[in-house]
Nanobody
């Protein structure tokens, strides 16, 4: 089992910044992919960004140039720095941990990010 604890969501004005954190604990495999997904009301959950334990990153086109993702492997923690936030970034953001073969796939409880115009 893997537990994911997210923090850092909140309310911010358009153009502002927020930083999300997600700490993983439990049966962590040293080769893994951690990342963030989001779900807005009435929409499907979508990829925001992922980062492998080796540091390779992947971003949704909608956040490229505005969001960065990083991790501290010694702390099993992943961060999402969100800059130049837009109202359309409003969603519940979920942290994800998985092994590359998806035999282990876990989600956090979600943290609300609201961007006011």
């Amino acid at each position: 089992q893997v537990q994911l604890v997210e923090s850092g969501g909140g309310l911010v004005q358009a153009g502002g910044s927020l930083r999300l954190s997600c700490a993983a604990s439990g049966s962590i495999f040293w080769i893994n992919i951690m990342g963030w997904y989001r779900q807005a009301p009435g929409k499907q959950r979508e990829l925001v960004a992922t980062i492998t334990s080796g540091g390779s990153t992947n971003f949704a086109d909608s956040v490229k140039g505005r969001f960065t993702i990083s991790r501290e492997n010694t702390k099993n923690t992943v961060y999402l720095q969100m800059n130049s936030l837009k109202p359309e970034d409003t969603a519940v953001y979920y942290c994800n941990y998985r092994k590359p073969d998806r035999t282990s796939d876990y989600w956090g409880q979600g943290t609300q990010v609201t961007v006011s115009s």
